[in-house]
């Protein structure tokens, strides 16, 4: 390496304006939005990556980005459902695609409170990354019903479909988890 600064190297290609509003963007959001993603994923690391890629995904689309606090936010949290929605459906597909692959298996312990962690974690990961959101925002995040909705861009009756749909298939997946101790 030359010991130049990257960022002297590679040429800045949004304009002023544009990158200045992704950088407000990313102060004003960032931090809800991991805490979102970290709910909606099993890893800090992957959390991340989830936030980078939607604020990859706002620079690319700058100007589609509507103005004032609560449309960002929503516009936002929408992408990042869709960047989840679209790495669960690869993860589907090639769990589909790959027979061979070998199983995961998660170390054993006899704390109890990790062994309820991992069975939560692997239980709203059977569920769609949509009404992931819903039951992570409402449940975890202690989001009302009407706020969802807003966010997500869907009306409360959905919101509360999903919610109730949600946790029955959490019931259901928890339950077999106890069953095959």
């Excluded at 960022?7 to 544009?18: E, G, N, R, W």
């Excluded at 589909?96 to 998660?106: G, N």
């Excluded at 069975?119 to 995040?141: C, F, K, Q």
Aim: charged residues 30%; hydrophobic residues 40%; aromatic residues 6%.
């Amino acid at each position: 390496m030359s010991g130049v600064p990257i960022a002297d190297v590679v040429p800045v290609t949004l304009p002023t304006q544009l990158s200045d509003r992704l950088a407000t963007l990313f102060d004003a959001h960032a931090d809800r939005l991991y805490r979102l993603a970290r709910r909606m994923v099993a890893t800090g690391e992957d959390a991340c990556d989830l936030v980078q890629e939607t604020f990859l995904r706002a620079a690319r689309s700058a100007t589609s980005i509507p103005y004032g606090r609560a449309a960002e936010e929503a516009w936002l949290v929408r992408v990042l459902v869709n960047v989840r929605r679209d790495e669960w459906r690869k993860t589907t597909r090639r769990q589909r695609h790959d027979a061979i692959r070998p199983a995961k298996t998660i170390a054993h312990r006899t704390e109890d409170t990790f062994v309820a962690r991992a069975d939560i974690w692997r239980a709203l990961d059977t569920l769609s990354p949509g009404r992931r959101a819903v039951v992570v925002m409402h449940e975890l995040e202690g989001m009302d019903v009407r706020t969802i909705g807003s966010l997500l861009g869907i009306s409360a009756i959905t919101v509360r479909w999903h919610l109730s749909r949600g946790r029955r298939e959490l019931a259901r997946t928890l339950g077999s988890y106890t069953w095959r101790r």
